[in-house]
Structure formats: C-alpha cells, structure tokens
C-alpha cells in the first residue's frame, strides 16, 4: 500500500490566520491526491482533487499544490467554520489510502 | 442532488456477519461514470477505505480487508451493499458509503469521493 503521512497532526491557529497542511506519499503518486474537511459527526466534504482543483462550492481561500510525493493544503485567511480535521488521499494505487488526518484547533 | 444513505444493524455480535445498504437518490447506480465505495472510520480515529463496486459488478477491495469483504449491487433498487464476515471489536466504527466520480485528465483518470452518506455506526459486541 502507498503510505500518506500528513503534518502535523495537528495545529492551533487563529482566525485570520494562513495554514498550511503536508501531505507526503510513499512513492509517486502523480497529482492523484485529494483533500477532504471533516467536522465533528459530519461525513467528509471534498474540497480539492487532483492535488490542485477547488471543487465546486468550495471557498477559493482553499488551495491545493503538489505533485509526486509532497503535498500542500493551504487556508489563506482561516474562518471559524474552518477549524475541522483535514485528510488527504491518493487514487493512485487500486488500493486507496488515506492519510492520518491533521486536527485543526483555535488558538 | 445526489444523496446516500446507509441502513443497517447497529449491533452485531463477534464472529457473526455485518451487512449494510447504501441507498442512492438523484443519481443512479448504473451510471458509467461512477463507482460507489464503502469507507470506515473507528471511533475517534481516520479513515479507511473498505473496497468498491463498479454497476457492472466489478469490485476492488483493501488488501488488509479482503479476506472478508464482499460488496454487490443491486441496479433496480439503486443500491450497493457491503458484508465483511467474521467481525471484532476491531469493526466497531462509523460505516460511510460514497460516490467516486472517476476524473480523467491528460489520458489518465483517478477517483474522487464527491458524495457520503452521512455514516451509520455499527458496533461490535456480545
């Protein structure tokens, strides 16, 4: 299995804030990645695929990067809805991974 | 709008079997675009990607849960269904079902979880 390692595993910021999330595979996985927000109860919500686009409805202060290994999710200017747990995943392989997931908490 | 919605026992008893529908409404099943996936998540930690079944029935399961897993569907009631046989208390988690839109760019296409039903937890116990 390809191994998704996010950092950090979790991260305290404040409203207003830039963040930024990695994401790293275990090999090459193109841009065959995808990040997901998870709120508490709540089933995740796709927010960015193929490494880099905003699905739609999504708030354009959310922006993915990356290729090959390493990955970035990035919140330009945090909101208060924002503060969830993110993951990222790969479709790369025919065995699909997702990584630990990082907590994002208020200061 | 596409929606899903799991159904199914909460409590199943070690080494008995877990089965779980997923109900699909707004879209179909038999739509070539899609595959439809079972995912999971224990309480309190990530998630993890049981397998998934393409209408035609060809399936893909996790390794790590192959052994176990047998997922089908059902084209004229809209629906996909998982089984995993054997449970543990290591089972015990909340049990989503989700659309994967294949997205195909430059020749090559890769799957994306674009809907989830809202999860239903299913706990592991005598």
């Known amino acids: 299995d390809i191994q998704m390692t996010q950092s950090p595993s979790s991260l305290s910021a404040s409203v207003g804030d830039r963040v930024t999330i990695t994401c790293r595979a275990s090999?090459?996985?193109?841009?065959?990645l995808n990040w997901y927000q998870q709120k508490p109860g709540k089933a995740p919500k796709l927010l960015i695929y193929?490494?880099?686009s905003l699905q739609s409805g999504v708030p354009s202060r959310f922006s993915g990067s990356g290729s090959g290994t390493d990955f970035t999710l990035t919140i330009s200017s945090l909101q208060p809805e924002d503060f969830a747990t993110y993951y990222c995943?790969?479709?790369?392989?025919?065995?699909?991974?997702f990584g630990q997931g990082t907590r994002l908490e208020i200061k | 709008q596409v929606q899903l919605q799991e159904s199914g026992p909460g409590l199943v008893k070690p080494s008995e079997t877990l089965s779980l529908t997923c109900t699909v409404s707004?879209?179909?099943?038999?739509?070539?675009?899609?595959?439809w996936s079972w995912i999971r998540q224990p309480p309190g930690k990530g998630l993890e990607w049981i397998g998934y079944?393409?209408?035609?029935?060809?399936?893909n399961y996790n390794p790590s849960l192959k052994s176990r897993v047998t997922i089908s569907v059902d084209t004229s009631k809209n629906q996909f269904s998982l089984k995993l046989s054997s449970v543990t208390a290591a089972d015990t988690a909340v049990y989503y079902c989700?659309?994967?839109?294949?997205?195909?760019?430059?020749?090559?296409?890769?799957?994306?979880?674009?809907?989830w039903g809202q999860g239903t937890l299913v706990t592991v116990s005598s």
């Open positions: 989700a659309r994967d839109y294949q997205y195909c760019s430059g020749g090559s296409c890769q799957l994306i979880f674009d809907y």
């Open positions: 707004g879209g179909s099943v038999s739509s070539g675009s899609y595959y």
């Open positions: 079944i393409y209408y035609s029935g060809s399936t």
């Open positions: 090999q090459s996985i193109s841009s065959y």
């Open positions: 193929a490494a880099s």
């Open positions: 995943q790969q479709s790369y392989s025919t065995s699909i991974t």
